[in-house]
C-alpha cells in the first residue's frame, strides 16, 4: 500500500493505499476545478501545495494539473520530474497526455469528478461521482483514494471510453443548459416576460428527479407519449413562427422522443 511512514515518503507494494496519513498533493491550475480540488483536499487533511499558476512548480509527491485539455501536455513537462504521480482532471483525454511526465519516471492518473463547479466549493463534490484511470494499480489506488477522500464515488474509465463518457456528460450538464436556453427564449416569447425562467425551474427540477428516479421510460411525459399530434404539430408551427433558429433543434429532440415514446409505451408499469 501506500506507506506515508514520513509526509514526504511514498513506498507502493501490492495492495490499496492506506487509509491513514496525509499526502503531499500540488494542484496546477487556479480555475474553479483547482481551487475546489484544493479546498476539498484541504479539508480532507493532506498537505495541499496550491492551486498554482501554471508558470509556478508544485513541492509535493503528487501533482495534479487542473488546466485546459489543449494544456495538459505542456503542464505534464513542466512538472516533469518533480513528482511521484502526476495527473490531470480531464474527462475526455487519455492518460497518454501525460507522457512527458512519465518519460521522467512518474506514474500517471486520471481524477475527473462529474459534478459542473459552478464556483460552489469543494462541498458540491460531496456524493458525486469521479471517473479515474491509472497507470499503475498503485496509480489508480491513488486516484481512488483521493475521489474517496473528496466525498466522491470512483468509478474506472479507461482510456478508448473517455470520449464517449465525456460526451455523455456534457449531453447531461451542458447540453441541458443550452436546452434550457431555448426553452426560456420561446417561453419569453410567448409572453412569460422576464419571469419564464423562474416558472420553467420546478418542471426543470421534477422532471430531472422523476429521471433520476424511475428511469427515462417512466419520467416521459406530454403529448409525444400520448400520441397528440396535433398538439405537436401546434408546438411545431409556433417555434417555426417565433423562434425558427430553434426549430432544428425541436425536429431533432421530437424525433428522439417519439422513439423514446415507443420504448415507454411498452415499459411495465
Same mark, same amino acid.
Given at each position: 500500500?501506500?506507506?506515508?511512514?514520513?509526509?514526504?515518503?511514498?513506498? #507502493?507494494?501490492?495492495?490499496?493505499?492506506?487509509?491513514?496519513?496525509?499526502?503531499?498533493?500540488? $494542484?496546477?491550475?487556479?480555475?474553479?476545478?483547482?481551487?475546489?480540488?484544493? #479546498?476539498?483536499?484541504?479539508?480532507?487533511?493532506? &498537505?495541499?501545495?496550491?492551486?498554482?499558476?501554471?508558470?509556478?512548480?508544485?513541492?509535493?509527491? $503528487?501533482?495534479?494539473?487542473?488546466?485546459?485539455?489543449?494544456? $495538459?501536455?505542456?503542464?505534464?513537462?513542466?512538472?516533469?520530474?518533480?513528482?511521484?504521480?502526476?495527473?490531470?482532471?480531464?474527462?475526455?483525454?487519455?492518460?497518454?497526455?501525460?507522457?512527458?511526465?512519465?518519460?521522467?519516471?512518474?506514474?500517471?492518473?486520471?481524477?475527473?469528478?462529474?459534478?459542473?463547479?459552478?464556483?460552489?466549493?469543494?462541498?458540491?463534490?460531496?456524493?458525486?461521482?469521479?471517473?479515474?484511470?491509472?497507470?499503475?494499480?498503485?496509480?489508480?489506488?491513488?486516484?481512488?483514494?483521493?475521489?474517496?477522500?473528496?466525498?466522491?464515488?470512483?468509478?474506472?474509465?479507461?482510456?478508448?471510453?473517455?470520449?464517449?463518457?465525456?460526451?455523455?456528460?456534457?449531453?447531461?450538464?451542458?447540453?441541458?443548459?443550452?436546452?434550457?436556453?431555448?426553452?426560456?427564449?420561446?417561453?419569453?416569447?410567448?409572453?412569460?416576460?422576464?419571469?419564464?425562467?423562474?416558472?420553467?425551474?420546478?418542471?426543470?427540477?421534477?422532471?430531472?428527479?422523476?429521471?433520476?428516479?424511475?428511469?427515462?421510460?417512466?419520467?416521459?411525459?406530454?403529448?409525444?407519449?400520448?400520441?397528440?399530434?396535433?398538439?405537436?404539430?401546434?408546438?411545431? &408551427?409556433?417555434?417555426?413562427?417565433?423562434?425558427?433558429?430553434?426549430?432544428?433543434?425541436? &425536429?431533432?429532440?421530437?424525433?428522439?422522443?417519439?422513439?423514446?415514446?415507443? #420504448?415507454?409505451?411498452?415499459?411495465?408499469?
Amino acid at each position: 500500500m501506500w506507506e506515508l511512514e514520513r509526509q514526504d515518503d511514498l513506498q #507502493e507494494t501490492s495492495t490499496t493505499p492506506a487509509r491513514a496519513g496525509r499526502l503531499r498533493v500540488g $494542484i496546477v491550475g487556479q480555475g474553479r476545478a483547482g481551487q475546489a480540488l484544493a #479546498e476539498g483536499l484541504r479539508a480532507a487533511g493532506h &498537505d495541499v501545495d496550491g492551486p498554482h499558476g501554471r508558470d509556478s512548480l508544485p513541492q509535493a509527491d $503528487i501533482v495534479l494539473l487542473c488546466v485546459p485539455d489543449s494544456e $495538459i501536455e505542456a503542464a505534464a513537462q513542466a512538472v516533469a520530474g518533480s513528482a511521484r504521480l502526476v495527473g490531470h482532471t480531464s474527462g475526455a483525454t487519455p492518460l497518454t497526455a501525460l507522457l512527458p511526465a512519465a518519460r521522467e519516471g512518474a506514474g500517471t492518473f486520471g481524477l475527473h469528478p462529474l459534478q459542473t463547479l459552478g464556483g460552489q466549493g469543494a462541498g458540491v463534490l460531496r456524493g458525486a461521482g469521479c471517473a479515474v484511470a491509472g497507470s499503475s494499480p498503485v496509480a489508480l489506488a491513488v486516484a481512488e483514494r483521493l475521489a474517496e477522500d473528496l466525498g466522491m464515488r470512483a468509478f474506472p474509465v479507461a482510456d478508448d471510453q473517455r470520449a464517449a463518457y465525456h460526451a455523455a456528460a456534457s449531453m447531461a450538464s451542458n447540453f441541458l443548459v443550452t436546452l434550457e436556453w431555448a426553452a426560456e427564449t420561446l417561453a419569453v416569447s410567448a409572453g412569460l416576460g422576464s419571469g419564464a425562467r423562474g416558472l420553467l425551474a420546478p418542471l426543470v427540477r421534477a422532471t430531472v428527479e422523476n429521471w433520476a428516479a424511475t428511469g427515462p421510460e417512466h419520467a416521459l411525459t406530454g403529448p409525444v407519449l400520448r400520441g397528440d399530434e396535433t398538439t405537436v404539430s401546434a408546438q411545431r &408551427d409556433a417555434v417555426t413562427a417565433r423562434s425558427p433558429e430553434l426549430l432544428p433543434l425541436f &425536429d431533432a429532440l421530437l424525433e428522439r422522443t417519439r422513439a423514446l415514446a415507443l #420504448e415507454s409505451r411498452g415499459a411495465p408499469a
